[in-house]
């Protein structure tokens, strides 16, 4: 026993972390893999107390209810506390089920509206003539952070990208600088901030130049 006990492998039960579609996506496999969905997905029928049933129907209704109990202790454990609290009827996996579903599917189409406004928001970017380094990599990382927090893939090479190629005229000799002598896929956004920082006093007295030249 002690042999069998060692090799045992308790399943992965995914947490619900607030994104349903990946999440439900998740718990179906296991649900499946354990032979337990088709009782999630169709529940049972608990026949009336008048209703008469034979031996046979009353064995297939108890494995039923062994199912959906084993259903719902993997469904007890994915969720947290105080979202199953919300759920009043919860006497069968169906009932959890579709509870989840209901609530918080639509808060998945909300957030994918929300990056789709992100997405548009973070390509109109551009630094502003006289704005700093510093503001307009504020402006840029918080819409890169809500895009992350949305479920996007916001690493530092796309957002580094898109500075160097939104930065005002008078910062043109520092992008061709930095893009001929550093590696783009080696820099991290604080170093980008940092060179871009140092060369910010020049930019601004190219800048100015260029005013009184006119």
């Known amino acids: 026993m ?8 308790a399943p992965c039960v ?8 990946h999440w439900s996506l998740l718990m179906e496999n ?10 999630v997905q169709d529940g049972y029928h608990e026949p009336a107390a008048l209703e008469a049933s034979s031996t046979d129907q009353q064995k297939v209704l108890n494995e039923a209810k062994l199912k959906d109990l084993k259903a719902k202790n993997y469904l007890f454990q994915a969720i947290d506390k105080s ?10 996996a169906k009932q959890i089920w579709e509870s989840m579903k209901v609530k918080y599917k639509g808060n998945a189409r909300v957030k994918r509206a929300q990056l789709q406004r992100l997405r548009s928001s973070f390509e109109a970017l551009e630094m502003k003539g006289g704005e700093s380094v510093i503001n307009y990599f504020g402006r840029v990382l918080v819409i890169a952070n809500d895009m992350q927090n949305c479920g996007e893939d ?3 090479v796309k957002v580094m990208e898109k500075i ?3 930065l005002t005229e008078n910062f043109n000799f520092i992008v061709c600088s930095i893009e001929e002598s550093k590696d783009i896929d080696q820099l ?3 170093e980008l901030q940092s060179s871009l920082l140092m060369h910010e006093p020049k930019a601004k007295e190219m800048r100015d130049w260029g005013r009184a030249s006119f």
């Not at 995914?14 to 579609?21: E, I, R, S, V």
């Not at 296991?30 to 009782?39: A, F, M, R």
């Open 154 to 156: 916001m690493d530092d």
């Open 30 to 39: 296991l649900l499946c893999s354990k032979e337990y969905w088709s009782i």
């Open 83 to 92: 979202i199953l609290k919300t759920i009043t009827q919860k006497e069968m």
């Open 2 to 9: 002690a042999a069998e006990s060692s090799n045992f492998i």
């Open 14 to 21: 995914p947490m619900f972390d607030g994104d349903y579609d």
């Open 188 to 190: 991290t956004v604080d």
């Open 164 to 166: 160097l190629r939104t």
